[in-house]
């Protein structure tokens, strides 16, 4: 139990600070992942993003109230450290404030923050202690994923990516929904499955993901997302930058040395990343499996929203971007600093 004094502290707790780190790299991904470059609108949509998080966190301890007054009475709300109609407001003016950030981000950005939005009230309100709760859960992930991928014009090209994040919410979302109770391996056994599934599709690159607005081989002009930026069309992790039909693994024998070496690095990064994900979540995952108590199950689902940045980071060197990947992926470290003090779930 978190021992905590002070109203930034209780604030601190109930907007889950650490989890806000997990944020960011939904909207910088989705906007790799569908063919462009991180820009001002993507920072907008980053901003709409939090905003519209933080709103459902206050929305879930305000709806949850009287359950965590007998399940967990230390929280902000049942402690009466926040005051319910605070948790309320809060909730109502954050998620005014991702609108308006997301309307301010562009029309198509406004299009998928609406719905993103709706679905985050609906979860908290009506969803949640249903079977559909996890899968509203994924589709906010999703959601929050062509946000940034709206940002830069083609959210369609993101979508496979989206679905990726949106399995990897939805299996700890499943497993989250005994993180007070335990008493079952199987939420933890099909994450960790999930997991491993992920893993392989992200180190592999199995999924289809056009170099960002380029199609000359080498270029790095003004379409480029980042140096040393690839196609991956192909489980090889690139089939020739700018081939739209996946080309022999023959193409990447006669391309000029400098891109071999940069297919090498774009590869050993996607799967750093990819190893550093199933690592994060897999550990506890095993562990609640193996012994489903409570306190074993929230480390896992702890483990599980924490393990969100090294995929999202895995995702956008999938893309090609390894410097976007490499923004994502510093996050986790602030993230596992404040973990130390405020508890992500």
């Not at 966190?57 to 967990?72: K, Q, S, Y």
Request: net charge positive.
């Amino acid at each position: 139990m978190i021992q905590t004094t002070g109203p930034r502290r209780a604030w601190a707790e109930l907007l889950r600070l650490p989890a806000l780190f997990t944020v960011p790299g939904d909207a910088l991904s989705g906007a790799v992942a569908a063919g462009g470059r991180p820009n001002s609108r993507t920072l907008l949509a980053i901003g709409s993003s939090l905003c519209l998080y933080e709103a459902g966190m206050a929305l879930n301890d305000w709806a949850d109230r009287e359950e965590d007054a007998a399940e967990r009475p230390h929280r902000p709300l049942p402690s009466g450290r926040i005051r319910p109609s605070s948790a309320f407001t809060a909730a109502c003016v954050l998620t005014a404030a991702g609108l308006g950030l997301a309307a301010r981000a562009g029309r198509p950005a406004l299009a998928v923050a609406a719905p993103l939005a709706a679905t985050v009230w609906a979860y908290d309100l009506a969803l949640k202690h249903t079977p559909a709760g996890p899968v509203a859960m994924a589709a906010a992930r999703g959601l929050d994923h062509l946000l940034g991928a709206a940002t830069t014009g083609r959210p369609q090209e993101a979508l496979p990516s989206a679905a990726l994040l949106g399995t990897h919410t939805l299996a700890v979302t499943t497993v989250s929904r005994r993180e007070t109770q335990g008493g079952t391996s199987l939420p933890p056994l099909a994450a960790l499955a999930a997991t491993a599934a992920l893993t392989g599709l992200v180190a592999r690159g199995a999924l289809g993901t056009k170099r960002a607005g380029s199609t000359r081989a080498g270029s790095t002009g003004a379409g480029s997302t980042g140096v040393g930026e690839v196609s991956a069309t192909g489980p090889g992790g690139g089939t020739g930058i700018g081939s739209a039909d996946g080309a022999s693994a023959g193409a990447d024998r006669r391309r000029p040395a400098h891109d071999r070496s940069g297919l090498t690095l774009d590869a050993a990064l996607r799967t750093a990343l990819a190893t550093a994900y199933a690592a994060t979540a897999g550990r506890p995952y095993t562990h609640a499996a193996l012994n489903p108590s409570p306190p074993l199950t929230q480390r896992a689902v702890g483990g599980g929203i924490r393990a969100t940045i090294p995929l999202q980071a895995a995702l956008a060197a999938r893309a090609g971007s390894g410097l976007t990947a490499m923004a994502i992926a510093a996050l986790a470290p602030i993230g596992r600093k404040y973990a130390k003090k405020v508890s992500v779930t």
